[in-house]
């Protein structure tokens, strides 16, 4: 562990498993400084998936524990856990827009739950659709827009707050070269503002050149083991 950081998540010895005897994470141990960006890396299947959600407490381990900010997880209690979920944000991989509701709308729910005022609202949502390139579609329904589009708009919704903490899953799988770089600097801006950022990817081009610590899953164990 760094001298100067402390770690915002830490997992120690977690294993999850599904019924009847599926093992989706086997003995996971890491940790991850605030203000860092760690990459998920594996095939398909590998659990990264899964590692997010018991993150963000959408699972719950089946051994080890999991804490965030130093509270583990699993005795939160359900308030708690729903302050916890204000903290944590996560760009899912099948996007969870609302389909009947304009872009501009879907990025700026996440704020009003969390009782911005309108005009920090209108500020930080137009700024995210400017610098994602989705500015000229934020009157459109989200059902209406392209696959890449939607992740793009998924993106958006979940740094609306800057939160101490962005999960992304696969949050480049449908963009092209251009757009992914779009959405890798907006992660470096979150970064330098103490936003940590944990992103499960396949594209290797992302993090390849990258000085970004790596977690390498292969089913459902660690096959790289991260410095400490």
């Known amino acids: ?81 729903q302050q916890l979920r204000r903290r944590v944000s996560m760009a899912y991989q099948d996007f969870k827009l609302l389909p009947d509701r304009t872009v501009l709308e879907n990025v700026a729910m996440a704020m009003e739950v969390a009782y911005k005022d309108s005009n920090t609202i209108q500020k930080r949502v137009f700024y995210l659709l400017d610098l994602l390139k989705m500015s000229n579609k934020k009157d459109t329904p989200a059902g209406k827009l392209s696959r890449g589009e939607q992740q793009r708009v998924t993106i958006a919704r979940a740094a609306a707050n800057s ?24 992660f470096i801006e979150l970064l330098k503002n103490g936003t940590t950022v944990i992103c499960a990817t396949h594209d290797e081009s992302i993090y390849s050149d990258t000085n970004c610590r790596r977690l390498d899953l292969w089913q459902g164990q660690m096959v790289t083991k991260l410095e400490t």
């Open 163 to 186: 939160p101490p903490l962005i999960l992304a899953d696969e949050p480049t799988g449908n963009l092209d070269p251009a757009m992914t770089r779009l959405v890798i600097n907006l």
């Open 1 to 81: 562990m760094s001298s100067n950081k402390k770690p915002i998540v830490e997992m120690f010895n977690v294993t999850k498993t599904y019924p009847p005897d599926v093992m989706a994470l086997k003995d996971i141990s890491f940790f991850v400084d605030k203000g860092e960006m760690l990459y998920l890396t594996g095939m398909s299947g590998a659990g990264k998936t899964t590692l997010l959600k018991l993150i963000c407490g959408l699972e719950t381990v089946s051994k080890g524990s999991v804490k965030v900010g130093g509270a583990d997880i699993s005795k939160l209690k359900p308030a708690g856990l």
